[in-house]
């Protein structure tokens, strides 16, 4: 099982990454630019969703058997599965949650999940918030 790992900290500066494993047989996996809806603006009455698809491709045979996300900060909620994570501009701060965290899968070269910044966060000032999400893959 080989493991791949890809930071989602800044969606418009990607370079695809490899890891081969070693040996006769040489199998990798790479992920390419992310693919994201439109942003548009939290507007603290409403839940913000941004849907993040991320190709995955693999060679040599491989297949990605399992998805993992992890920040600093970040925590999967065991009960619910769902990721929990914080962006952050300047002092500031808005949760984000990605529901189904612990069930992700890559289908047909795509990992696809969403980015939900739940409602309610009032006060939070106009700003580029972000946060480096790892995705990782065993394959």
């Known amino acids: 099982m080989m493991r791949l790992s890809r930071r989602l900290a800044d969606w418009a500066r990607w370079t695809a990454l490899a890891l081969l494993t070693g040996g006769a047989a040489q199998a990798s996996c790479q992920f390419g630019a992310p693919v994201v809806n439109a942003v548009d603006s939290y507007r603290y009455a409403q839940d913000w969703t941004q849907t993040v698809q991320l190709p995955v491709s693999c060679t040599?045979?491989?297949?990605?058997?399992?998805?993992?996300?992890?920040?600093?900060?970040?925590?999967?909620?065991?009960?619910?599965?769902?990721?929990?994570?914080?962006?952050?501009?300047?002092?500031?701060?808005?949760n984000y949650v990605i529901p189904g965290a612990a069930?992700?899968?890559?289908?047909?070269?795509?990992?696809?999940?969403?980015?939900?910044?739940?409602?309610?966060?009032?006060?939070?000032?106009?700003?580029?918030?972000?946060?480096?999400?790892?995705?990782?893959?065993?394959?």
């Open 60 to 94: 040599g045979g491989s297949t990605v058997s399992s998805v993992r996300l992890s920040s600093t900060g970040g925590t999967l909620e065991a009960s619910t599965g769902r990721f929990l994570g914080t962006m952050r501009f300047g002092a500031s701060a808005l």
């Open 103 to 139: 069930q992700l899968r890559v289908i047909s070269g795509l990992l696809t999940f969403q980015v939900t910044v739940p409602a309610g966060q009032w006060g939070a000032p106009t700003g580029p918030y972000s946060d480096s999400l790892t995705v990782s893959v065993d394959f």
